[in-house]
Structure formats: structure tokens, C-alpha cells
């Protein structure tokens, strides 16, 4: 174990979680909630003993340009749509944290 672990540090019973964390945006209740409820998890997984490992939720806007590629494209651009903005998020470093 020791030939492992090395210089670092060993956590009890080798238990890690590795999640991104999600930020409060200002004004926004739905941010807060989500807030609220991942630090309600993080509460029971630090009594069941297990050790959390986080990293920065990093946020991302996809834009969908509404032409041929989509299916009843000129249905959607009739009513006025032109482009669809979604809002995603991705965890940024999660993978070589567990590396």
C-alpha cells in the first residue's frame, strides 16, 4: 500500500468523492437551491467517511443556429426562432484529480 500511495496522504478506508461544486449566481434562486442541497450531500458523505475532492463547475454557452441541419427547421424559423442559447455546465480537472 505504501508503494501506492507514496508521499501522499491516505485517506481512511481509501473512500474519495470527486464532484464539481456548484456556485451561487446572484439573484438566482434555482444556483441557491442547488447550492444548498450539494452541501446537504457533501454533510452525510462526510459522516458516512468519506473525504470530498472538488473542483470548479466551469460554465459553458452552446448556441444552436436553427438551419437545414435541424429536423422541421422551417417551422421553427417561421415562428420567429432563429437560434436556440443553451446554458451547460462541465467539471473542469475532475479527471486528473482522480488520476
Given at each position: 500500500?505504501?508503494?501506492l ?5 491516505l ?36 459522516e458516512?467517511?468519506?473525504h ?27 415562428v420567429g ?5 443553451r ?11 482522480i488520476?
Amino acid at each position: 500500500m505504501e508503494y501506492l500511495v507514496g508521499d501522499r496522504e491516505l485517506v481512511p478506508n481509501g473512500k474519495r468523492y470527486y464532484v464539481g461544486t456548484v456556485r451561487e449566481k446572484v439573484g438566482d434562486e434555482e444556483s441557491r437551491e442547488a447550492m444548498a442541497r450539494q452541501l446537504r450531500l457533501f454533510s452525510k458523505l462526510k459522516e458516512a467517511g468519506w473525504h470530498i475532492k472538488t473542483s470548479k463547475l466551469r460554465e459553458r454557452i452552446e448556441k444552436i443556429v436553427i438551419d437545414e441541419r435541424v429536423s422541421d427547421y422551417q417551422k421553427i424559423l417561421d415562428v420567429g426562432i432563429h437560434e436556440i442559447v443553451r446554458r451547460t455546465f462541465r467539471e473542469k480537472g475532475i479527471d486528473e484529480r482522480i488520476g
